[in-house]
């Protein structure tokens, strides 16, 4: 026995064995699951007919017994090399008509890791609760992944199913003994994502209300229970069981006995357990082993997050200024200052300040619930100008910043802003990185709400439709204004929120005097005190309409009152849309109309195109394009419309209408344009913005292939960049107008760009991990595509949706995605986009896990693309084949892929998945011990990736640089890298920078923010 206490097996990850300090090569994956059947036998014989089951199932070759004899022979080889061929086998032994693996409990991680759970539960009925989590963690570390990765089967498909559930039965006791040593704030972070992920799962949603509960977020925990209570009911039919019932009944008591006792609370944390859910190194692995994630696509290759959960949602903070986020110390919540500017000229309303200012304690004390302030009145009447005067007065009283969103409710474009797209601004404006930000509104809302609890922070919401639009969007916490304007009487938000209405009524004719006089002068209306009084009779002291007859004036100081009063007289009509139920009745279209009147042509016929425009806001380029017009030929209208009020300017080059004359832009554009000319307006726009991001494209994911497009209209002036960061910020500036221009191409029938956009937004949509824009403007290019029966775009749609999917860790939806894909590209006989569909299988397959599926469709991809001749996919499939083999520890055959990758990938151009290839070969270097030349493949891979502005890839390589670093014996050298490295995924707001400052905070005598983070490395284009 004691030549096989030298051995040691691994089956909680993949499956992996070592001989003292020498890991051994397993072989095949077929012979891996007949290892891998004979340790779950956990030292009794295995039947040779149960072991064919276990490897084939229903459907076994011809020759199974023979082969599983080969197997078996090969792997006593492996195990026992210095066995003669005369020596009985002392590990691998027969046993009647099958086989014996002998084996010390301790030499199976599995058998480890079901002991510590069965001494955790003996601790913890005799009341040592610290004990219990200790082991508890200690058992949850020794996990590597899913288990069994990687091999196929019926076996490993039914053992994964029952190790899973001793995995979360094992995370639910932990978590339980956590909770009860007063650590509830540190295990929210985990239970979101589990709860999330297990819907139905009622102790994962019982203790995720209790930590809530103790950590006084009473409204998230009880809006736990109803997502469960929903999920149960809609799936099973059935109701809460009782202990989850009871749970919520004493929450809702405010029951004391729920929360914990003093004498347990704080405990300190145990090292590592804000990441359970991340399975670790099992308790046999050999020093020095370390985990490395690559992956490549058609398009470019991508690290993949290590951990089974989501993203973490963050708890309620002990420092007072303001929650710290547990997505990371990288991560600080930003204080933003998002209110528009105050009006200079801002006059009247006193009596309506003066109510809203009641609503705030006098002494300036911070309120002591979420105060709702809701503005209402018609369309014109000052409700927007009101609200940002009163939050700039008040906003010293806020030190935790200010938001503000202008929800568009009424926009006739139909383009109101839904509730998830602002608080995924919000959450943007508070800092927090976009992969961070979890799937859905739920969650999402979850995470603001927590950025804002023990924080004072006012919120200006303008433009509210009606109550359901604002409710997200609502702090769970006191402390907190929030302004709300509409020009619908928001009674559901008055009865259910407590919220405080207040409606505007027109100005008062003083009010309305003293506004001109600001804009005017006092002098010019004294002169003429009748044709002032006409002006404001005429405009219905509405501020909109007084507005733009006095910038009119400004315009002309040489034009006396009176004729200005009987321009506007001599105008009829009235703005049908803007009254919204109102009994004030205004003729406001006059006074738009006589402004209109009064440009030039030219300005007034850009300003009627710019109805046509579902954007927030529009650029002076876009401007130029959607009229027709060369950009300098644009620049006229553009300041004569501001100068007439007809348009803002809100930020220089960029400009909006207010809601109202959007309305008249959109009135005027339908009666003085034909269907045609409209079309063809709105097509020069959509063209530009489709044009202006291939022209990006290049830069951000440089020798990608391009996406086709149609021949660009001569007319057609797109934007140039010249380097990855210019292209980059055009795409954040532009990307709430590229993504309505998705779905107004959708809607107008123009398919080619609504499928062909999302796919020249790729590079930019990955990089910066906005996986909801993503998937959202995928799935709009997808269903436009099918609707028109363009099989070429649902094609390029299904892998966009895929390539989505994927990076989201949705990989079986990713992989039902190319399957679709597939299926078309063989219907339209294209081999290119077959090809590549394949690779983008292996690779989908690669970060499932499901190595043996990733390897078979890189070998098929592979034969593809050099039967096609295409030297680009060639590369990346022989670099993802490489990739599995070395994940399955077949390390010979992955060098090969690899060098023959690297080749290949050097011809073609392909740099992006080059610098993954050499970093891959470093990783294969280090496994096998040999220090200098998995450095020197590191620092390749270094310089290819900053060569091309692939910050990711050069964060990831300089992590792995730093663990070679420390293992020859080098610690300056890997604090370094390591610095570097967290300096770049702190700047992305990527989940390993928590990883990397783990390691760094093992380092004696250097902290993980110590200021050598200046050192790291430029970013080149």
């Not at 203790?207 to 009911?233: D, N, P």
């Not at 959007?662 to 530009?688: K, S």
């Not at 090809?835 to 890189?858: C, K, P, Q, T, W």
């Amino acid at each position: 026995m004691d030549y096989v206490n030298t051995f040691r097996f691994a089956v909680l990850g993949p499956v992996r064995a070592w001989r003292g300090e020498r890991e051994l090569d397993l072989g095949s994956p077929q012979q891996r699951v007949v290892l891998a059947a004979l340790l779950l036998r956990r030292g009794r014989p295995l039947p040779l007919g149960e072991l064919i089951d276990a490897v084939w199932g229903e459907e076994p070759p011809a020759a199974a017994v023979s082969v599983l004899r080969t197997y078996v022979s090969r792997l006593r080889k492996v195990l026992e090399p210095d066995r003669g061929p005369d020596g009985q086998p002392r590990v691998l032994v027969s046993v009647g008509d099958g086989y014996l693996l002998r084996v010390p409990d301790d030499g199976l991680d599995l058998a480890v890791f079901q002991s510590r759970v069965a001494q955790a539960k003996k601790a913890r009925a005799t009341g040592d609760v610290s004990g219990a989590a200790d082991l508890l963690h200690a058992a949850l570390d020794g996990w590597r992944g899913a288990a069994l990765t990687g091999l196929p089967g019926p076996l490993p498909e039914t053992a994964r199913s029952w190790l899973d559930e001793e995995w979360l039965t094992a995370l639910e006791s932990r978590l339980d003994a956590d909770i009860e040593l007063g650590r509830h704030h540190e295990v929210i972070a985990e239970l979101f994502p589990l709860t999330a992920g297990h819907p139905l799962r009622e102790e994962l949603c019982r203790l995720l209300m209790l930590a809530l509960y103790r950590s006084g977020r009473q409204a998230e925990a009880l809006a736990a229970y109803r997502g469960t209570r929903a999920a149960l009911v809609a799936e099973l039919g059935v109701e809460p069981g009782l202990s989850l019932r009871d749970l919520h009944d004493r929450i809702l008591a405010a029951d004391p006995a729920l929360m914990p006792h003093p004498a347990r609370s704080p405990a300190p944390a145990v090292p590592g357990q804000a990441r359970p859910s991340v399975r670790g190194t099992p308790s046999g692995a050999a020093p020095g082993d370390a985990t490395t994630d690559h992956g490549a696509t058609a398009g470019g290759k991508a690290p993949k997050d290590a951990a089974r959960s989501g993203p973490a949602d963050p708890h309620d903070p002990a420092d007072p200024h303001g929650p710290a986020d547990p997505h990371g110390p990288a991560f600080q919540p930003a204080r933003p200052a998002q209110l528009p500017a105050d009006l200079p000229t801002f006059a009247g309303r006193d009596a309506e300040l003066g109510l809203v200012g009641d609503l705030l304690p006098r002494d300036g004390s911070p309120p002591s619930t979420v105060v709702i302030s809701a503005i209402g009145g018609m369309g014109g009447i000052g409700k927007s100008t009101l609200a940002v005067h009163w939050a700039h007065r008040v906003a010293d009283r806020f030190p935790g910043g200010q938001l503000y969103v202008n929800l568009r409710g009424f926009d006739p474009t139909g383009s109101a802003l839904t509730p998830d797209e602002a608080v995924r601004g919000f959450l943007d404006a508070l800092g927090v990185p976009p992969m961070r930000i979890p799937a859905g509104l739920d969650a999402q809302v979850a995470l603001y709400r927590s950025l804002l609890a023990r924080r004072r922070v006012l919120i200006l919401l303008d433009n509210v439709r009606d109550a359901e639009q604002v409710r997200p969007l609502l702090p769970g916490s006191p402390g907190c204004l929030v302004i709300v304007t509409s020009r619908n009487r928001l009674t559901g938000l008055v009865v259910g929120e407590g919220a405080h209405p207040l409606t505007l009524d027109q100005l008062s004719p003083a009010e309305a005097h003293d506004l001109l006089a600001r804009r005017l002068g006092t002098d010019r209306l004294a002169a003429e005190p009748q044709a002032a009084d006409e002006i404001i009779r005429r405009c219905g002291r509405l501020p909109l309409a007084l507005a733009i007859v006095a910038a009119h004036a400004c315009a002309h100081p040489g034009f006396p009152l009176r004729a200005i009063a009987d321009e506007v007289n001599d105008t009829h009509g009235s703005l049908d849309a803007f009254a919204g139920g109102d009994d004030i009745t205004t003729d406001v279209r006059a006074v738009f109309s006589w402004s209109y009147q009064a440009v030039s042509a030219p300005a007034a016929r850009l300003f009627r195109l710019l109805g046509l425009h579902s954007g927030p806001d529009i650029s002076a380029p876009a401007a130029a394009a959607l009229a027709g017009l060369a950009p300098r030929e644009a620049r006229g209208p553009l300041a004569e419309l501001t100068r007439a009020h007809l348009l803002t300017e809100h930020r220089p080059g960029r400009y909006t209408l207010h809601d109202l004359l959007r309305v008249y832009a959109a009135e005027r554009v339908r009666v003085e344009e034909t269907p045609q000319e409209r079309d063809l307006a709105l097509q020069r726009l959509l063209t530009w913005y489709l044009h202006t991001a291939d022209a990006a494209y290049p830069h951000i994911t440089p020798s990608r292939r391009r996406i086709p497009l149609e021949p660009r209209p001569e007319d057609c002036r797109p934007l140039e960049f010249t380097t990855h960061e210019r292209a980059l910020d055009w795409c954040e500036t532009e990307r709430p107008n590229l993504i309505v221009a998705v779905h107004q191409a959708a809607r107008a029938g123009h398919t080619g760009t609504a499928w062909r956009l999302p796919a020249v937004l790729w590079g930019f949509f990955y990089l910066r991990s906005h996986l909801h824009d993503w998937l959202d403007t995928a799935r709009t290019g997808l269903t436009a595509a099918r609707d028109a029966g363009d099989r070429e775009g649902e094609a390029q749609s299904l892998s966009d949706m895929a390539a989505a999917l994927r990076n989201a860790g949705r990989y079986d939806e990713a992989v039902q995605h190319l399957h679709q894909a597939l299926e078309l590209s063989r219907e339209l006989g294209d081999r290119v986009a077959r090809a590549s569909v394949i690779a983008n299988l292996g690779d989908a397959y690669l970060h499932a896990g499901r190595l043996g599926e990733a390897v078979e469709y890189a070998r098929r991809g592979l034969a593809l693309d050099r039967i096609a001749g295409n030297a680009w996919g060639e590369g990346i499939a022989l670099s993802n084949l490489g990739d599995a083999y070395q994940r399955m520890g077949r390390y010979d055959e992955a060098l090969d892929c690899l060098q023959r990758a690297l080749v290949v990938l050097r011809a073609s151009g392909n740099r992006w998945v080059e610098g993954v290839t050499l970093d891959i070969l470093g990783t294969i270097h280090h496994r096998l011990g040999r220090h200098g030349e998995s450095v020197g493949h590191y620092r390749r891979a270094l310089a290819t990736h900053r060569d091309i502005g692939n910050r990711w890839g050069e964060g990831h390589t300089l992590g792995h640089l730093g663990d070679v670093h420390l293992d020859g014996g080098e610690p300056e050298a890997a604090r370094a890298s390591w610095r570097h490295a967290l300096a770049i995924f702190a700047e992305f707001g990527h989940p390993d920078a928590e990883q990397v400052r783990e390691r760094l905070d093992r380092l004696p005598d250097g902290p993980a923010d110590a200021p050598a983070r200046e050192a790291a490395p430029r970013r080149t284009a």
